[in-house]
T-cell receptor, first 112, second 114 residues
Framework: GNSVTQMEGPVTLSEEAFLTINCTYTATGYPSLFWYVQYPGEGLQLLLKATKADDKGSNKGFEATYRKETTSFHLEKGSVQVSDSAVYFCALSIYNTDKLIFGTGTRLQVFP | GAGVSQSPRYKVAKRGQDVALRCDPISGHVSLFWYQQALGQGPEFLTYFQNEAQLDKSGLPSDRFFAERPEGSVSTLKIQRTQQEDSAVYLC????????????FGQGTRLTVV
């Protein structure tokens, strides 16, 4: 079946630290991969996406590379800010389907 | 407002009670999705509408769950005879096209069944 596994949180970092949140997937067909972010009190927002192998998605200083050989899509940021504190969800969608499949989420807490 | 609006934001229901959750999508959005997010979990797909047509209801967990979008705009998710395992945040999302990642999410309705 199709599924997403991501590292458990919370991830606690100091401001300006390097961030990695691991995500791996299993999929039949050709998945597109996504990272979503949920800030406190707000709805889920698409952070970045990659639609084929070796694509790199990037936004707001965050990056993730679609690695087919390791079935991974790890989220990275070189220098986190307090305002990045949120829950991050890795997700996939199979071509020509109507749903997103999410991981369980990773809470990031950044302290000044 | 400009975003997806869900109401109520919080709902407490006694076990066995029926509930109705409302979603007002962004005006003009053709596609509408419902997801269920249990505590500490990621959202799970429930159902998908294109205009008024319910094209996929494969994620509805039981026949106690029913969704409608009669005029292709506002949608209602109804849960009959609520049970404790129905406690979750119910998320609605809408988009112009049919790609699920293009959808904008509402803040959700938190349902607690006691």
């Amino acid at each position: 079946g199709n599924s997403v596994t991501q590292m458990e949180g919370p991830v606690t970092l100091s401001e300006e630290a390097f961030l990695t949140i691991n995500c791996t997937y299993t999929a039949t067909g050709y998945p597109s991969l996504f990272w979503y972010v949920q800030y406190p009190g707000e709805g889920l927002q698409l952070l970045l996406k990659a639609t084929k192998a070796d694509d790199k998605g990037s936004n707001k200083g965050f990056e993730a590379t679609y690695r087919k050989e390791t079935t991974s899509f790890h989220l990275e940021k070189g220098s986190v800010q307090v305002s990045d504190s949120a829950v991050y969800f890795c997700a996939l969608s199979i071509y020509n389907t109507d749903k997103l499949i999410f991981g369980t989420g990773t809470r990031l807490q950044v302290f000044p | 407002g400009a975003g997806v609006s869900q109401s109520p934001r919080y709902k407490v229901a006694k076990r066995g009670q029926d509930v109705a959750l409302r979603c007002d999508p962004i005006s003009g959005h053709v596609s509408l999705f419902w997801y269920q997010q249990a505590l500490g979990q990621g959202p799970e797909f429930l159902t998908y509408f294109q205009n008024e047509a319910q094209l996929d209801k494969s994620g509805l967990p039981s026949d106690r769950f029913f969704a409608e979008r009669p005029e292709g705009s506002v949608s209602t998710l109804k849960i009959q005879r609520t049970q404790q395992e129905d406690s979750a945040v119910y998320l609605c999302a809408s988009s112009l096209g049919d790609r699920p990642w293009e959808a904008f999410f509402g803040q959700g309705t938190r349902l607690t069944v006691v």
